[in-house]
């Protein structure tokens, strides 16, 4: 069966500090990765999506960037990250040529 | 652009009422419709779907039809249990390999 890894759970950071989350899914090959963002009394907001390695696009300008170094992993980053980052990130993947995501269990970001 | 527009919340009902959560959408072609559900601090599950007009997807009790007349996705269950206070999320998809595009979210509390 599939699982999808999120780390850290909770991470609390000052702002202008780098950010490194991780995604980790197993249990499949070449999946759609995605990087979603929730942030308080809002829904979800697309950040990134990749089809395969090396391959990011950016739904939304901002401070962030996602990369992926390997099949089944997606890097969400920041250099220096501001207050309004803070939220709920989560990750989530589809298999190649189906339209039904699954999530994992998030990231809940805190920057003071 | 696609969008989904979700019922204000939040919702608090009592143990065994009935629940109805209204989702309408907009979208240029013919999309598959979603609701996830997200449990307090975990990552989102996938409810139920529906890829055409007039089909039903239903799980755990919910059920919800896929109204291309009214374009429309309606989640509703005949009685409600604590165990579904929860945030669900209606959602479409314009074809596989794509993004979902989320509705706001609608926050429900059960009372025993």
């Known amino acids: 069966s599939q699982t999808i890894h999120q780390w850290p759970a909770t991470l609390v950071q000052p702002v202008g500090s780098p950010l490194s989350l991780e995604c980790t899914v197993e249990?499949?090959?070449?999946?759609?990765l995605y990087w979603y963002r929730q942030a308080a009394g809002r829904g979800l907001q697309l950040l990134f999506y990749s089809v395969g390695i090396g391959q990011i696009s950016s739904e939304v300008p901002q401070n962030l960037s996602a990369s992926r170094p390997q099949d089944r992993q997606f890097i969400l980053s920041s250099k220096k990250l501001l207050l309004s980052d803070s939220g709920f990130y989560l990750c989530a993947w589809s298999r190649w040529g189906q339209e039904t995501q699954y999530f994992g269990p998030g990231t809940r970001l805190l920057v003071l | 652009g696609d969008s989904v527009t979700q019922m204000e919340g939040p919702v608090t009902l009592s143990e065994e009422a009935f629940l109805t959560i209204n989702c309408t959408y907009t979208a240029t072609g013919y999309p598959s419709l979603f609701w996830y559900v997200q449990y307090p601090g975990e990552g989102l599950q996938l409810l139920l779907k529906?890829?055409?007009?007039?089909d039903k997807g239903s799980n755990k009790g919910f059920e919800a039809t896929y109204r291309k007349e009214t374009t429309s996705f309606h989640l509703e269950k005949g009685s409600v249990q604590v165990s579904d206070s929860a945030v669900y999320f209606c959602?479409?998809?314009?074809?596989?390999?794509?993004?979902?595009?989320f509705g706001k979210g609608i926050t429900l509390s059960v009372r025993p």
């Open positions: 959602a479409l998809s314009e074809g596989a390999n794509s993004k979902l595009t």
């Open positions: 529906a890829t055409k007009a007039d």
């Open positions: 249990g499949t090959s070449n999946p759609n």
